[in-house]
């Protein structure tokens, strides 16, 4: 079953004063499956961050749809907007995105808080993804005193405390060391195997190898995609590789 369908969207800016414009996206079009994991990967300017911060519902399309569980994004009005984020989506950044006046506890609980849940009920959801997530003993730290990776983590905690439908994740080994990225993408795939559905932006090779399924943008389309299907990660490692390297030579890998 699709959780997400994409289709025939586009997306022009028009500079400033009206003289030029942009066509960050041509045409996309694709599906998520529920339970699935996909990441999407292109050169700086193929259009993936115009793409994600449509299916954020942070931005509009200049055409398309863009339908998560039968709900059309492109059709809800700024003021739902935040309420939909929150109750449909969850978000794990490069740079964590928390708050360093919160304890690790609570930046994870927020989302809850702002949809009206008890303290009871945020503290049984907490338990079991603080004790799968490794972070139970430092809940009540700050994220100064925790390392990038511990950030990682609770920011993860954070994004599927509310159940979403769809976790968005934009870069999220950016800001890592190697072990940290192994870390937070042996998480990934133990979220995934889970239930939960993701979808990973990234510019890096090793973290699209772990997804199921990698998609690539060029010049605003959906130029290739590549399943995992049998594959051990180091064979869909080398799979990706070799795309990138034809989509930087000027390649035609449909």
Do not use: C
């Not at 519902?57 to 709900?71: E, W």
């Not at 905690?157 to 042996?186: N, Q, Y």
């Not at 051990?232 to 390297?245: A, G, P, R, V, W």
């Amino acid at each position: 079953m699709a959780i997400l369908e994409v289709s025939s969207l586009k997306k022009i800016y028009t500079t400033r004063f009206g003289s030029n414009q942009v066509e960050a996206l041509k045409n996309v079009n694709f599906t998520v499956e529920q339970g699935e994991y996909v990441a999407i990967m292109g050169e700086s300017g193929s259009g993936k961050t115009t793409l994600l911060n449509i299916l954020a519902a942070l931005d509009k399309p200049t055409a398309g749809k863009v339908i998560l569980d039968g709900q059309d994004l492109t059709g809800i009005n700024q003021a739902k907007a935040a309420a939909f984020r929150r109750d449909n989506l969850g978000f794990v950044f490069q740079e964590f995105n928390l708050l360093d006046t919160f304890t690790l506890e609570d930046n994870i609980y927020l989302p809850l808080v702002l949809a009206g849940k008890s303290y009871g009920e945020m503290a049984s959801r907490l338990q079991p993804i603080a004790a799968q997530l490794g972070i139970a003993e430092l809940l009540k730290k700050y994220p100064y005193e925790v390392s990038g990776g511990q950030k990682q983590r609770a920011a993860v905690a954070r994004a599927i405390i509310t159940h979403p439908k769809l976790v968005l994740a934009d870069e999220p080994t950016g800001a890592l060391d190697s072990k940290a990225t192994d870390e937070l993408l042996r998480l990934f795939r133990d979220i995934n195997e889970n239930g939960e559905t993701i979808l990973m932006v990234t510019h890096s090779v090793k973290a699209a190898s772990q997804a199921k399924r990698v998609l690539f943008i060029k010049d605003g389309e959906v130029f290739h995609q590549i399943y995992r299907g049998g594959a051990t990660s180091e064979q869909l490692y080398q799979k990706i590789s070799d795309t990138l390297t034809m989509l930087a030579t000027g390649g035609d890998g449909r």
